[in-house]
Nanobody, 123 residues
Framework: QVPLVESGGGLVQPGGSLSVSCVAS??????????MAWYRRAPGKQRELVAR???????TYADSVKGRFTISRDNAKNTVYLQMNSLKPEDTAVYYC???????????????WGQGTQVTVSS
């Protein structure tokens, strides 16, 4: 089973807003989730960090999205959100959820990825 499942995304006009969310699967198997983050990969470019949030709510953002995007999380629901406002065509990318998860099955925190969700900003 995919450890992280994204939802949301789609097509939006420039200047519009969109939100994506990501939930960790098998919550009954999870001990804790540390950092949660959103990355993106635009066509022809490398994957880049968009925003990160730790368990306590401390956030970091890429300079390109500061003031436009907001990352948040609901620890009780093992879910991370990304609210995207004032979207630009250059925000078009596949957005990937990423998280450090520790399971009851043993071991420490390991890093996991979702399958990605497409965000397209176009008129």
């Amino acid at each position: 089973q995919v450890p992280l499942v994204e939802s949301g995304g789609g097509l939006v006009q420039p200047g519009g807003s969109l939100s994506v969310s990501c939930v960790a699967s098998d919550p009954e198997k999870i001990v804790a989730i540390n950092n949660m983050a959103w990355y993106r990969r635009a066509p022809g470019k490398q994957r880049e960090l968009v925003a990160r949030i730790n368990h306590g709510g401390f956030t970091t953002y890429a300079d390109s999205v500061k003031g436009r995007f907001t990352i948040s999380r609901d620890n009780a629901k093992n879910t991370v959100y990304l609210q995207m406002n004032s979207l630009k065509p250059e925000d078009t990318a596949v957005y990937y959820c990423n998280a450090d998860i520790r399971y009851f099955s043993g071991g420490g925190f390991n890093n996991y990825w979702g399958q990605g969700t497409q965000v397209t900003v176009s008129s």
